[in-house]
């Protein structure tokens, strides 16, 4: 009953942070992955949470290289 409460509550989780696109919560949620799950419409909404999650992060990375370029080329032009 408790790893139950636990797989629901890390999979409400998971949305709050994909919705709010918040990193650091996904960092944390990643962390404490259940290792199973009850059944497979979890397994399936947990798959489709991860992979928003996924184009989240590859989004917010592709975001700070560019950033990172624009500051390297303000430090060349100072």
Same mark, same amino acid.
């Given at each position: 009953? *408790?790893?139950? =409460? ?28 259940? *290792? ?12 489709? %949470? ?8 590859? !989004? ?5 290289? *560019?950033?990172?370029?624009? %500051? !390297? *080329? =303000?430090?060349?032009?100072?």
């Amino acid at each position: 009953m *408790k790893q139950q =409460i636990f797989k629901n509550r890390w999979l409400n989780d998971l949305k709050l942070a994909v919705l709010n696109e918040d990193l650091n919560s996904l960092i944390k949620l990643n962390s404490s992955l259940p *290792k199973e799950f009850k059944s497979s419409e979890e397994l399936q909404e947990a798959l489709a %949470l991860t992979k928003e999650a996924l184009e989240f992060v590859s !989004k917010a990375k592709n975001e700070l290289s *560019k950033e990172m370029s624009k %500051l !390297k *080329k =303000i430090s060349n032009y100072l």
